[in-house]
C-alpha cells in the first residue's frame, strides 16, 4: 500500500452500518495493548497477545485493527487522553503550560515504553487533537500561529527531552540491580582523578557549585521548564499576563 492509499484507522468506522454489533470494541483492545505494554514493553503487545488477552481469535482482531501501525497509534493516542487539560485554556497561560508539562512527564513514568513509540508520524487521534485544540488555544489569542508552533515546539522539546533522560537513567539503574546514590559513588574515583588533574575548570565547578545534580528529580525537571517558559514569556506580549500578576505589578507601581 503506498502512502497515498493510506487509511487512518481514524478513518475507519469502528463498526460495519450493518451486521451484528462486534464482540469487541477498539478501546477494549486498546486497554489490552496499554497493560501487556505497561507490563513487559510495548513490542510484547503483539496481535496475537492481545488476542488472547481479551479472548478473541490472533486474526478476528485484524477485523478491528488492521495493522500493528495502526494498534501503535491507537495506544499512543490514548495516553493522551491521562493528560489533564479540562479547563485550559485558564487565562493564566503560565499555570497551563507548566500544568501540561507537568502531566506529559508524569504520563512518561507511567508508561515508559512511550520512549519506543516513534512520533514521526501523526495519527490525528481525537485524544492528540483535543490535546492540540487546548494547548495551542493557550497563547492563540497572543501570537501568530507560526510564533505558537515554535514555541510549543520549545516546550515540548524540553519536557520530552527531559522525561526520555528520566526514563532511561531508571532503565539504567533498574538493569544495573544499583541504588540511584550506588552508581553515583562509582563514578567517583574518575571525578577524583579529574578534579586533581586541575585540566578542567568548568567540570570543577560543575562538580563543586552547580546545585542542580543534587536537587531531586522533581526539582531538577522544574527548574528547567520555569527556564523554558522565561524564554516563552520572552515571546509573549505583556497584555497575556496573568491577572493576579497584572494586578500585583499594577499595585507595586502604586506603593512607588
Not at 516513534?118 to 487533537?129: I, W
Request: charged fraction near 30%.
Amino acid at each position: 500500500m503506498t502512502d497515498a492509499e493510506h487509511m487512518n484507522i481514524w478513518m475507519r468506522p469502528e463498526r460495519p452500518a450493518r451486521g451484528p454489533k462486534p464482540a469487541y470494541s477498539r478501546a477494549q483492545i486498546t486497554e489490552a495493548a496499554v497493560r501487556i505494554a505497561d507490563a513487559e514493553g510495548l513490542e510484547a503487545a503483539t496481535m496475537r497477545r492481545i488476542a488472547a488477552e481479551i479472548g478473541a481469535g490472533a486474526m478476528s482482531l485484524y477485523r478491528y485493527v488492521p495493522s500493528r501501525d495502526d494498534m501503535v497509534d491507537l495506544v499512543a493516542d490514548r495516553l493522551m487522553a491521562e493528560i489533564d487539560l479540562e479547563g485550559v485554556p485558564s487565562g493564566d497561560w503560565r499555570a497551563d503550560l507548566t500544568r501540561y508539562a507537568e502531566g506529559v512527564r508524569a504520563m512518561w513514568l507511567r508508561h515508559p515504553w512511550i520512549a519506543t513509540v516513534h512520533r514521526s508520524r501523526t495519527s490525528f487521534g481525537p485524544n492528540q487533537l483535543l490535546l492540540i485544540e487546548r494547548l495551542m488555544g493557550v497563547l492563540d489569542a497572543f501570537v501568530s500561529i507560526d510564533e505558537n508552533l515554535s514555541l510549543m515546539a520549545i516546550l515540548n522539546g524540553y519536557v520530552e527531552g527531559a522525561a526520555r533522560e528520566e526514563v532511561s537513567r531508571a532503565e539504567e539503574l533498574r538493569r544495573s540491580g544499583l541504588s540511584e546514590s550506588e552508581w553515583m559513588a562509582r563514578s567517583g574515583p574518575r571525578v577524583h582523578q579529574l578534579l586533581e588533574s586541575g585540566e578542567y575548570p568548568i567540570f570543577r565547578k560543575i562538580v563543586m557549585e552547580a546545585r542542580q545534580p543534587h536537587l531531586t528529580r522533581d526539582d531538577q525537571f522544574r527548574y528547567g521548564l520555569e527556564r523554558v517558559l522565561d524564554c516563552i514569556a520572552a515571546a509573549v506580549p505583556s497584555t497575556a499576563e496573568p491577572p493576579v500578576a497584572a494586578h500585583r505589578e499594577g499595585q507595586e507601581d502604586r506603593d512607588d
